[in-house]
C-alpha cells in the first residue's frame, strides 16, 4: 500500500514536472537562436525601428531609396515601435523579440479557445499544428515581423464578439471594433474584418473600428502637424502602389496575385485571374457566413477562414504570414475524425506537404522548383477547402 502510494505520488509529480521541463528546454533553444543567429537577422525589425527614429524626427517614412527594405505599413504602425527607440538596437531587438515569442504562445492558447466545448480536446490539436507551421514560425522570428502581434489582436477581436453574442453584451462588440481598428492600423491586410463586421450586423463593432482606425490615421500629427500628416499618408499611398507590382513575383509570396502570375507569366493575364479567384473566395465566404446564421457558435470557423485568407489575398501575402492559418488547421484536426477515409487522407497528404517543403529538406533546386510554381498557394486552398467543407456538414 505504501508502495502504491508513493507510486502515485511520483507518478503526479511528473506529470506535473515534465510540462515545465518541456518548456524550460523549448524556451532555452529559444535564447540560444537569438543569441547565436536571430540577433544578427530581423531584418523587417530594423526597418521599423528605423522608420520609427524617422518618426520620431518628423522625417520621412518612406524613401525610394530604401528599395526593397522600404517601410510599408500605415505612419500609425511606426508609433508601435517608437518606445524601443530609445534602446540601442541590440536591446530593441532582444524586447521585440521576446514580444513576438510571447504572442506565438497566446497563438496557440487564444486558437485553442476557439475550439468547441463539450468533449475533451484530442492532445495533438495544441502541438500537431503549431509544428506543421513551425518554419514559418522560425521565419517570422528570424525576420522581427509583426504577425503574431496582428494575430494576437485579431483572435482577441474575435474572443469579444463571440462574447458579446453569447451575452448579450454591447461594451464587448465595441471592443471588438476598437481591437479591429488597432490591428489594420497595425498591417492594413487586417480590413478584410471590417466587411465581415458589415455581414454580421455588428455595427456597434464597425463604427468603433473606423473610429479607431481614424484616430490611429491622425494620430501621427503629434510628430507632422496635421498637413505634414496628410503628405506622409500621400507618400505611404504613392511608394505602395509602386513597389507592390515588383514583388509580385517574389519566390515568397504566396498570394493569388503570385500565384497566376507565376503560372502565366503574365500580368495581363494574372491579374483578372487573381480577381476571379478572390471574387470566388469572397462568394464562398459570404456563402458560410449565411450558412451559419443558425447554428450556435459560426464565429470560430468564420474567423479561422477568413485569417488564412489573408495571406492569399493580400498581394504581398508573404509564406511566413500564413502563421495565421493556426486556428483553422486547429479546427480541422479538432474534427479530423468526423472527415471521411479519402478525405483524412488527403488532409494528411496537404498538411505533410506544407510541414516538409522547407529548403534544409527538398533543397535548394526542388525547393526553388516547389516556391517557382507557388504549390504553397495550392496547399493552403485545399485547407480553405476543408473549412468551407465543415461548415458544409454543419459540425462548424
Known amino acids: 500500500m505504501v508502495r502504491y502510494c508513493l507510486a502515485k505520488l511520483m507518478s503526479i509529480q511528473k506529470n506535473k514536472i515534465l510540462p515545465w521541463v518541456l518548456g524550460g528546454l523549448v524556451l532555452l533553444v529559444l535564447v540560444l537562436g537569438f543569441a547565436f543567429r536571430v540577433r544578427h537577422d530581423m531584418r523587417d525589425f530594423e526597418v521599423n525601428y528605423e522608420a520609427a527614429q524617422r518618426l520620431r524626427k518628423a522625417e520621412s517614412l518612406y524613401r525610394v531609396e530604401d528599395q526593397h527594405y522600404m517601410f510599408k505599413y500605415l505612419p500609425a504602425s511606426a508609433i508601435l515601435y517608437a518606445p524601443l527607440t530609445y534602446f540601442p538596437p541590440a536591446t530593441a531587438k532582444a524586447l521585440w523579440y521576446a514580444l513576438i515569442l510571447l504572442c506565438s504562445g497566446l497563438m496557440i492558447h487564444l486558437s485553442g479557445r476557439l475550439l468547441p466545448s463539450g468533449k475533451e480536446r484530442p492532445g495533438y490539436v495544441w502541438f500537431v499544428p503549431p509544428l506543421i507551421l513551425l518554419k514559418y514560425f522560425f521565419r517570422e522570428w528570424d525576420l522581427g515581423q509583426i504577425n503574431t502581434v496582428v494575430t494576437v489582436v485579431l483572435l482577441l477581436m474575435l474572443g469579444c464578439l463571440i462574447s458579446a453574442m453569447e451575452k448579450g453584451n454591447s461594451r464587448r462588440e465595441a471592443a471588438a471594433g476598437v481591437l479591429w481598428g488597432v490591428s489594420t492600423a497595425l498591417k492594413p491586410y487586417a480590413v478584410i474584418f471590417l466587411l465581415y463586421l458589415v455581414l454580421k450586423k455588428k455595427w456597434r463593432a464597425a463604427g ?37 507590382p515588383h514583388l509580385l513575383d517574389t519566390q515568397d509570396n504566396v498570394s493569388l496575385f503570385a500565384f497566376f502570375l507565376k503560372w502565366t507569366g503574365s500580368r495581363n493575364m494574372a491579374l483578372p485571374l487573381a480577381g476571379a479567384a478572390i471574387a470566388a473566395l469572397a462568394l464562398l465566404v459570404f456563402w458560410m457566413i449565411l450558412k451559419g446564421r443558425r447554428l450556435e457558435g459560426p464565429i470560430p470557423l468564420e474567423g479561422a477562414v477568413l485569417l488564412t485568407c489573408i495571406p492569399l489575398v493580400s498581394p504581398l501575402g508573404w509564406d511566413y504570414t500564413l502563421i495565421m492559418s493556426l486556428p483553422l488547421l486547429m479546427l480541422l484536426l479538432w474534427h479530423f475524425r468526423d472527415l471521411s477515409r479519402w478525405g483524412r487522407v488527403v488532409l494528411a497528404l496537404d498538411l505533410l506537404v506544407v510541414f516538409v517543403s522547407f529548403y534544409d529538406v527538398l533543397g535548394a533546386a526542388l525547393y526553388e522548383v516547389f516556391m517557382s510554381w507557388s504549390l504553397t498557394t495550392l496547399n493552403f486552398l485545399v485547407i480553405l477547402g476543408f473549412g468551407f467543407w465543415l461548415r458544409h456538414r454543419r459540425l462548424a
Open 208 to 244: 468603433a473600428g473606423i473610429l479607431t482606425l481614424g484616430a490611429a490615421l491622425i494620430l501621427p500629427s503629434l510628430y507632422y502637424g496635421w498637413m505634414g500628416n496628410l503628405t506622409v499618408l500621400r507618400e505611404w499611398l504613392a511608394t505602395l502602389s509602386q513597389s507592390t
